[in-house]
């Protein structure tokens, strides 16, 4: 898995509420996003700037987290983010600490690799799970997951449960249709006429 350096400053948290959400208010109008790091000795608020997360957020791609929050380093994943209702913009981000002891539960990209025996029959190769929960360490979380698909037939699926990974625990439920090659007209119709 990448790494991704993102900087962060501490940030107090009122008494009140009224007070808590006018200082959240300044701050998203200054171009800053509340973030909280949970996982550790002490849950930690902090924000960071909306430029910093924009190629954490808006990739593919799943990264590990160095947090420098005033000078203090951190390892760490995004675990959820929230987004404004209408306007789509980030209005805050969760991460978790991460360490080489315990493990940890993230969604990883699928990639098909090959080429279906099904879709050379004139089958539609579909993919119905763009990610799969893995429970590892984080140090042994893949960058993605590639499933092949070489001896994947007309009308047939791969499903979690036929998945192995080395080193990975797939948390999705095992009977859940990853891919599937699904019949076409054309294929139907070679079929009835065979």
Same mark, same amino acid.
């Given at each position: 898995?990448?790494?991704?350096?993102l900087d962060?400053?501490?940030?107090e948290?009122?008494?009140?509420?009224?007070?808590?959400?006018?200082?959240?208010k300044a701050?998203?109008?200054q171009e800053?996003?509340?973030a909280?790091l949970?996982?550790?000795?002490?849950?930690?608020h *902090?924000?960071?700037?909306?430029?910093?997360?924009?190629?954490?957020v808006?990739?593919?791609?799943?990264y590990?987290?160095?947090? !420098?929050?005033?000078?203090?380093?951190?390892m760490a994943v995004?675990?959820?983010?929230?987004f404004?209702?209408?306007?789509?913009?980030?209005?805050?981000?969760? *991460?978790?600490?991460?360490?080489?002891?315990?493990?940890?539960?993230?969604e990883?990209?699928?990639?098909?690799?090959?080429?279906?025996?099904?879709v050379?029959?004139?089958?539609?190769l579909?993919?119905?799970?763009?990610?799969l929960k893995?429970?590892?360490v984080?140090?042994?979380?893949?960058e993605?997951?590639?499933?092949?698909v070489d001896?994947?037939?007309?009308?047939?699926t791969?499903q979690?449960?036929?998945?192995?990974?080395?080193?990975l625990?797939?948390? !999705?439920?095992?009977?859940?249709v990853v891919?599937?090659v699904?019949?076409t007209?054309?294929?139907?119709g070679?079929?009835?006429?065979?």
């Amino acid at each position: 898995m990448k790494t991704f350096q993102l900087d962060g400053k501490s940030r107090e948290i009122a008494a009140r509420s009224a007070d808590q959400k006018r200082a959240l208010k300044a701050m998203r109008k200054q171009e800053e996003i509340p973030a909280v790091l949970y996982g550790g000795e002490k849950v930690i608020h *902090f924000t960071v700037t909306k430029g910093s997360v924009r190629n954490l957020v808006y990739t593919p791609n799943i990264y590990a987290v160095e947090l !420098n929050i005033d000078g203090k380093k951190t390892m760490a994943v995004m675990k959820e983010i929230q987004f404004q209702p209408v306007t789509d913009e980030i209005i805050h981000i969760d *991460f978790l600490e991460v360490s080489d002891k315990k493990p940890i539960v993230m969604e990883v990209p699928v990639v098909l690799d090959g080429h279906a025996e099904g879709v050379k029959a004139g089958g539609k190769l579909i993919l119905q799970m763009r990610k799969l929960k893995v429970k590892a360490v984080y140090s042994e979380i893949p960058e993605r997951l590639v499933v092949n698909v070489d001896n994947l037939g007309l009308g047939k699926t791969i499903q979690v449960g036929a998945l192995h990974f080395e080193g990975l625990e797939l948390m !999705n439920a095992k009977n859940a249709v990853v891919c599937a090659v699904q019949l076409t007209r054309a294929a139907r119709g070679a079929q009835a006429k065979a």
